[in-house]
């Protein structure tokens, strides 16, 4: 059985990037809406780069700042550093 993880993020402009770069990175990744919050479920490891979120926003980021800022929970194990997040 194939063990599902991922994010829970507030939904602004950084979610909504995060998101993205997720769906296009991972296979299998699924978004749902829970009011002001996006729930992203992925088969492990479900990995996303501080690149591919910026390029989706058109700004640059500092993952650690912003992925605490707009992470309200997540399933799994969080692995972060400055260039990719990456959740077991």
Not at 28 to 38: D, I, N, P, S
Not at 64 to 79: K, P
């Amino acid at each position: 059985m194939t063990r599902v993880v991922g994010p829970v993020l507030v939904r602004d402009a950084i979610g909504d990037a995060i998101v993205e770069a997720i769906r296009d990175g991972n296979a299998g990744a699924e978004v749902t809406g829970q009011g002001g919050y996006l729930r992203v479920s992925a088969p492990a490891p479900c990995v996303v780069s501080r690149a591919a979120i910026e390029a989706r926003l058109g700004a640059p980021i500092a993952l650690r700042e912003e992925l605490h800022r707009t992470m309200v929970s997540f399933a799994g194990r969080l692995e972060l550093d400055d260039e990719v997040a990456r959740w077991r």
